[in-house]
C-alpha cells in the first residue's frame, strides 16, 4: 500500500499481509522523503538550523521551532521576555488548533465524507491569514528563534486572533453534526484499531494517540514551558484505545486550545519580543534536550555541543516514528478498510516521520 496512495497522507509504503481482507502483518517501509534534517541541522549555526524543523511535521511547524530555540536557549542560561512566552504559547495553540482542524478534515474525507473537508478549511484559512500578517508565511514559519520571536506581533494580531476564535467556537458543533455523531462514521471507528495503554506505553507512543489509550503523558502539563504553567486547561485522556476515542481525543483538545488563547489573548505583557543575544550563538561544551507538545505528541530535541557555532549533533524524537511503530498492533487482525481509519486517527504526517 502506497507510497502514492491517498490515505497515507505522504510517502509512506506498507507491506500488508492478508488473509482475504483480514490483515496478518504491516510492516512500514520509510525512505521515500528522507532529507537528512539533523546532519543538516549540524552543518548550519544554531540561529539557522531551526528552519529545516518547519519541514519535518510542517502541520506543527511553530511548535518545532520553538522546541530547538528552547534548546537553545537552555544551552545559554536565557531567560526571554514574559511576552515572548505569551507570543509563543498562543502561536503554538493556534497551530494545533490549524493542524487539529486539517486532520479533522482529512479524516471525514479518508473515510468517504466529502463536506468536513471544506468546513475545516473554511476556519483553518482564518488562522493561516492570522500567521501570514505576523509571520510572513503560512505554513513553515521560522517565526520562534533563540531569544524570542523574529517579529513583533502584527497591530491586527489580537483583534483578528478574537474573532477567529470565536467564529471556531460557533462553529464547533457543526464539526459533531456533520462527523461526530454519523453513524457510518461511529461504525467505522468504533472498536477498530484498539491500542491497549500498556502497548502504547512500551511503543513509546505519545500525544493525543496515546492519551486515547488512557496514557497521561501531555509534556505542557508534565514538563510546562512558555506560558503554560499560568493558563488552565485540561489534559484529555480517555480509555477507549480505538479510532472513536482517538478521534474523540483531538476533538476536546481543540475546545482546550481555544479555551488557552482565550486566557491569554487579552493579557500580552509589553516589552521586548527578543533578548539580546550575539550574533554569533556559542553553547558551551554539554549535552541539552528540551521536549514540547505538538499537534502529534512530543517532540525532544537533543543537542551535543562541542563549544563551536553548530551543534556537534542533533537527534530528533519526533512523536510520528514512534507512534507509527504501534500501527501493525493496532492493525493486525482488522480488516483492510479499517486500515485507512487507523491511519487517520493516528494522525501521520510522513516528514516527521522519514527524517
Not at 486500515?339 to 510522513?350: P, Q, S, Y
Amino acid at each position: 500500500m502506497g507510497p502514492q496512495h491517498p490515505s497515507t497522507h505522504g510517502v509512506l509504503h506498507l507491506k500488508v499481509w492478508l488473509d482475504g481482507e483480514t490483515i496478518k502483518h504491516i510492516q512500514p517501509h520509510l525512505g521515500y522523503i528522507h532529507r537528512s534534517i539533523e546532519k543538516m541541522s549540524e552543518a548550519l549555526s544554531y540561529r539557522n538550523f531551526i528552519f529545516a524543523t518547519s519541514r519535518m511535521d510542517y502541520l506543527s511547524a511553530h511548535m518545532n521551532n520553538e522546541a530547538c530555540a528552547l534548546a537553545v536557549e537552555k544551552g545559554l542560561a536565557l531567560e526571554v521576555p514574559e511576552r515572548v512566552k505569551v507570543i509563543r504559547t498562543i502561536m503554538s495553540e493556534l497551530t494545533r488548533l490549524s493542524s487539529h482542524q486539517l486532520w479533522w478534515g482529512c479524516t471525514g474525507l479518508d473515510l468517504g465524507a466529502v463536506t468536513p473537508f471544506f468546513f475545516a478549511f473554511r476556519d483553518r484559512e482564518a488562522i493561516n491569514a492570522i500567521m501570514e500578517e505576523t509571520c510572513g508565511a503560512r505554513l513553515t514559519q521560522n517565526y520562534m528563534v533563540p531569544g524570542g520571536v523574529m517579529f513583533d506581533l502584527h497591530p491586527n494580531f489580537v483583534k483578528r486572533t478574537k474573532e477567529t476564535i470565536n467564529e471556531i467556537k460557533k462553529n464547533l458543533h457543526e464539526y459533531d453534526e456533520l462527523l461526530t455523531g454519523n453513524i457510518i462514521f461511529e461504525n467505522r471507528t468504533k472498536g477498530v484499531g484498539y491500542l491497549s495503554k500498556e502497548d502504547a506505553i512500551s511503543f513509546g507512543v505519545t500525544g493525543p494517540t496515546a492519551r486515547a489509550s488512557g496514557v497521561s503523558c501531555d509534556v505542557r502539563k508534565w514538563f510546562p514551558y512558555s506560558a503554560y504553567d499560568k493558563v488552565q486547561f485540561e489534559e484529555i485522556i480517555a480509555t477507549g484505545g480505538d479510532c472513536y476515542a482517538r478521534y474523540m481525543a483531538r476533538m476536546e483538545e481543540m475546545k482546550q486550545s481555544v479555551s488557552i488563547i482565550e486566557q491569554l489573548i487579552d493579557n500580552i505583557p509589553e516589552g521586548d519580543f527578543q533578548a539580546k543575544t550575539k550574533a554569533v550563538l556559542k553553547l558551551p561544551k554539554g549535552e541539552f534536550y528540551q521536549r514540547v507538545e505538538t499537534a502529534r505528541g512530543e517532540l525532544g530535541v537533543y543537542l551535543v555541543s562541542d563549544g563551536a557555532a553548530s551543534p556537534y549533533r542533533v537527534k530528533y524524537r519526533s512523536p510520528g516514528f514512534s507512534n507509527l511503530s504501534a500501527l501493525a498492533t493496532m492493525a493486525e487482525g482488522t480488516k483492510i478498510g479499517d486500515l485507512v481509519a487507523i491511519m487517520a486517527t493516528i494522525d501521520l504526517v510522513i516528514p516527521d516521520i522519514d527524517r
